[in-house]
């Protein structure tokens, strides 16, 4: 029975509570410290998870295509986060369909602040904080592995001349310079943000619109990814992005609309507007003031619309590199259409063939008769 507790803690989601209801009493749970081991257990089965992934799904694909080094990276990045989000997607619908979050939007602000969960509810704000936070230490293996490889090479070439003191010098720099300085920075932002936001959400009592929001940017993500995956295998293929563009801006619409409602509308108008951190009720007495409320809602505002304005500025810049690609591709066209219209006037002008012999422009045979001998 011991371990049997013990276990329980690291399975199962803890600080479960009795909450009495009209149909009897519903057990229910709010966050502790204890949910720090439940992650970690979790974190260790997302890893787990990643490596089967990797090893049986996405290496037979690559051996298959025969990516590029830059490719095959990014290849990896699109397919894990392809599963994932896939996965999330439709146990989010499936939360919020069940909870009536969506067929009630009004129960996104009533009665907050929410510090009892339903169990699905926390179980899959613990499973996406773990999530996240395996992609940390993935993303140091990343580097080590990248960075051997190219010691590795460097040490070889270096040995194989010779160097010895130059090699061991080489392989230490490249210990310390990562060769992948571009891409860390950008994973480590958007895991970053990811984990701001379901930590934020889960802390402060917002869970229902986070469902919400999270729904909403895997939904945008999962179309991303699946085009990058699409566009790998064949690169005249870009259907899928203009499908991601589409789906990228209603969602950015429906995020903004949501924020406008749950903050302009919602909270101000919550029953306890006193600041209670016992209670967990952190931001209903500061949307009652509307200086505070109209500032957060510009903020909002001027973030939805640097988005919009970093993706307006990405499809301009690919469909310039579009259209330009096709007229580089019709002036090539015309190029050769007119060579190869000055090939058949040079061949016109050298004679004309007639019954399928080249005939001289007099008529005559080009082809000298040959004389009989007397």
Same mark, same amino acid.
């Given at each position: 029975?011991?371990?049997?507790?013990?276990?329980?803690?690291?399975?199962?989601?803890?600080?479960?509570?009795?909450?009495?209801?009209?149909?009897?009493?519903?057990?229910?749970?709010?966050?502790? *410290?204890?949910?720090?081991?439940?992650?970690?257990?979790?974190?260790?089965?997302?890893?787990?998870?990643?490596?089967v992934v990797q090893?049986?799904?996405?290496?037979?694909?690559?051996?298959?295509?025969?990516?590029?080094?830059?490719?095959?990276?990014?290849?990896? $990045?699109?397919?894990?986060?392809?599963?994932?989000?896939?996965?999330?997607?439709?146990?989010?619908?499936?939360?919020?369909?069940?909870?009536?979050?969506?067929?009630?939007?009004?129960?996104?602000?009533?009665?907050?602040?929410?510090?009892? *969960?339903?169990?699905q509810v926390k179980?899959?704000?613990?499973?996406?904080?773990?999530?996240?936070?395996?992609?940390?230490?993935?993303?140091? /293996?990343?580097?080590?592995?990248?960075?051997?490889?190219?010691?590795?090479?460097?040490?070889?070439?270096?040995? $194989?001349?010779?160097?010895?003191?130059?090699?061991?010098?080489?392989?230490?720099?490249?210990?310390?310079? =990562?060769? =992948?300085?571009?891409?860390?920075?950008?994973?480590?932002? =958007?895991?970053?943000?990811? *984990?701001?936001?379901?930590?934020?959400?889960?802390?402060?009592?917002?869970?229902?619109?986070?469902?919400?929001?999270?729904?909403?940017?895997?939904?945008?993500?999962?179309?991303?990814?699946?085009?990058?995956?699409?566009? @790998?295998?064949?690169?005249?293929?870009?259907?899928? /992005?203009?499908?991601?563009?589409?789906?990228?801006?209603?969602?950015?619409?429906?995020?903004?609309?949501?924020?406008?409602?749950?903050?302009? /509308?919602?909270?101000?108008?919550? $029953?306890?507007?006193?600041?209670?951190?016992?209670?967990?009720?952190? /931001?209903?007495?500061?949307?009652?003031?509307?200086?505070?409320?109209?500032?957060?809602?510009?903020?909002?505002?001027?973030?939805?619309?640097?988005?919009?304005?970093?993706?307006?500025? @990405?499809?301009?810049?690919?469909?310039?590199?579009?259209?330009?690609?096709?007229?580089?591709?019709?002036?090539?066209?015309?190029?050769?259409?007119?060579?190869?219209?000055?090939?058949?006037?040079?061949?016109?002008?050298?004679?004309?063939?007639?019954?399928?012999?080249?005939?001289?422009?007099?008529?005559?045979?080009?082809?000298?008769?040959?004389?009989?001998?007397?």
């Open positions: 029975q011991v371990t049997a507790k013990t276990a329980f803690l690291f399975i199962l989601p803890q600080y479960n509570v009795s909450v009495p209801t009209a149909d009897g009493e519903l057990v229910q749970y709010h966050y502790g *410290l204890k949910d720090l081991v439940t992650i970690l257990f979790y974190i260790f089965i997302a890893i787990v998870l990643h490596a090893e049986y799904i996405l290496d037979k694909i690559n051996r298959r295509l025969h990516l590029s080094k830059v490719k095959h990276g990014k290849f990896n $990045e699109s397919g894990q986060l392809v599963a994932f989000h896939l996965t999330s997607v439709i146990w989010c619908l499936y939360v919020v369909v069940t909870e009536g979050y969506i067929s009630n939007p009004r129960s996104l602000w009533e009665n907050y602040p929410h510090v009892y *969960l339903p169990y179980f899959f704000y613990l499973c996406q904080l773990a999530y996240w936070l395996h992609a940390l230490p993935e993303l140091y /293996f990343q580097k080590v592995r990248k960075v051997r490889a190219r010691g590795r090479f460097l040490g070889e070439e270096a040995l $194989e001349r010779g160097w010895v003191e130059r090699a061991e010098r080489v392989e230490s720099l490249i210990w310390l310079f =990562c060769p =992948c300085q571009e891409e860390i920075p950008r994973q480590l932002r =958007c895991i970053s943000l990811y *984990l701001l936001h379901i930590a934020g959400a889960y802390l402060l009592n917002l869970t229902r619109l986070g469902l919400i929001l999270l729904l909403l940017q895997y939904l945008a993500e999962f179309f991303f990814h699946m085009a990058r995956l699409v566009y @790998f295998t064949d690169e005249n293929n870009e259907k899928l /992005f203009n499908v991601w563009a589409v789906v990228f801006v209603v969602t950015r619409l429906f995020t903004l609309t949501l924020y406008i409602l749950v903050i302009g /509308f919602g909270l101000p108008r919550v $029953e306890s507007q006193a600041l209670d951190p016992e209670r967990g009720n952190f /931001f209903s007495f500061l949307f009652n003031n509307i200086f505070f409320r109209m500032s957060v809602l510009l903020l909002v505002c001027l973030f939805q619309a640097s988005v919009m304005w970093r993706f307006i500025h @990405f499809q301009l810049r690919r469909w310039r590199e579009y259209w330009n690609e096709q007229s580089s591709r019709k002036r090539a066209a015309a190029t050769a259409a007119g060579t190869k219209q000055q090939t058949k006037l040079l061949k016109r002008d050298s004679g004309y063939h007639e019954n399928g012999v080249v005939k001289a422009e007099n008529g005559t045979s080009p082809r000298t008769k040959k004389l009989k001998s007397p």
